[in-house]
């Protein structure tokens, strides 16, 4: 069963950082583009960040840029996602998805074009 496991959310205070993980079971990411999506209550889902297969082309929103990082460690199946300078507005569920892809160096950016997808964790930033 292939599936996709994600934890690390939290409650932090304004400034503080988390790192969500992203856990693959049931098949490898070694061939996963593999993106982080939000969705806040009463908003849409938004593309937080992506990362190739290969792990050297990366994406980042305007919102998150400079504040998160997203890495991968194809050995243990699992992405990262360091976030720090954590802000209000960045409450919401974190969800990770996979996309099966060829082309090592190819990240999505649209939900649309992802296969599967985690259940999410929370992250609460109080102020």
């Known amino acids: 069963q292939l599936q996709l496991v994600e934890s690390g959310g939290d409650l932090v205070h304004t400034g503080g950082s988390l790192r969500l993980s992203c856990v693959a079971s049931?098949?490898?990411?070694?061939?996963?583009?593999v993106g982080w999506f939000r969705q806040a209550p009463g908003k849409e889902r938004e593309g937080v960040s992506s990362?190739?297969?290969?792990?050297?082309?990366?994406n980042y929103s305007d919102s998150v840029k400079g504040r998160f990082t997203i890495s991968r460690d194809n050995a243990e199946n699992t992405v990262y996602l360091q976030m720090n300078s954590l802000k209000p507005e960045d409450t919401a569920v974190y969800y990770c998805?996979?996309?099966?892809?060829?082309?090592?160096?190819?990240?999505?950016?649209?939900?649309?074009?992802?296969?599967?997808w985690g259940q999410g964790t929370q992250v609460t930033v109080s102020s």
């Open positions: 998805a996979a996309a099966l892809t060829l082309r090592g160096s190819v990240y999505y950016t649209e939900a649309q074009e992802y296969d599967h």
């Open positions: 049931g098949f490898t990411l070694d061939y996963y583009a």
């Open positions: 990362i190739s297969s290969s792990g050297g082309s990366t």
